[in-house]
């Protein structure tokens, strides 16, 4: 079975600067994807980015990266020039064997 | 936006009495999931379908049964609703065919057992 590890229950960041989530994973599989969700208080799950496991470049959606590393297992998410609207809950996930299994959220707090 | 909604999205019940959630999807796809979620425990699986009457059991599936009759309903049945299983429920669909799988959520259900 997988896990999903987010061992920051809560984060903080003053606006306009950078803030790393940490994500770490276990699991016997070769072939996942991972991926990263933001909850905001509106409760909706929104998909923030994803990564195939095979694919060594890190992807990025504008201001959002990850730092993937395979071999740590290891999947964070990077957040530059922070807004008041990331602030939410933040879910990393594991897709495998058809199934997603979430961490347990990171809450993001942005100081204005 | 994929099209996903849940009802009702509110309710509260008493303890033993039988609760269906509904999930709809507009879309065509194949796999449909029901998370609940938690305060700690991010969301976990209950049970997802991988086609009209194909489901299978997730994480936390005691307590709770689905049936899927139709490609766009996904219904979770809680026989004899419990305190334990006050939460919010998301259902999700998955897309397939060359994409990452992603996985997109409706807007979720809060029910409270009393």
Not at chain 1, 57 to 80: D, G
Not at chain 2, 12 to 37: D, F, I, S
Request: overall charge neutral; charged content about 20%.
């Amino acid at each position: 079975a997988q896990t999903v590890t987010q061992s920051q229950p809560e984060m903080s960041v003053q606006e306009a600067e950078t803030v790393t989530l940490s994500c770490t994973y276990d699991t016997s599989e070769s072939d996942y994807y991972l991926f990263w969700y933001k909850q905001p208080p509106s409760r909706q799950m929104i998909l923030v980015i994803r990564q195939e496991a095979y694919k060594q470049q890190n992807a990025t959606e504008n201001r959002f990266s990850v730092n993937f590393q395979k071999a740590a297992k290891s999947f964070s998410l990077k957040i530059s020039d922070s807004q008041l609207g990331d602030a939410a809950m933040y879910f990393c996930a594991f897709f495998g064997n058809e199934k997603l299994t979430f961490g347990t959220g990171t809450r993001l707090t942005i100081i204005p | 936006d994929a099209g996903i909604t849940q009802s009702p999205r509110h309710k509260v019940t008493e303890t033993g009495t039988p609760v269906t959630l509904r999930c709809h999807q507009t879309e065509n796809h194949r796999y449909m999931y029901w998370y609940r979620q938690d305060p700690g425990h991010g969301l976990r699986l209950i049970h997802y379908s991988y086609g009209v009457k194909d489901t299978d059991k997730g994480e936390v599936s005691d307590g709770y049964s689905v049936s899927r009759s139709k490609t766009e309903d996904f219904l979770l049945t809680l026989e004899s609703a419990t305190s334990s299983q006050t939460s919010v429920y998301f259902c999700a669909i998955r897309e397939t065919g060359g994409s990452y799988n992603e996985q997109f959520f409706g807007p979720g259900t809060r029910l409270t057992v009393l």
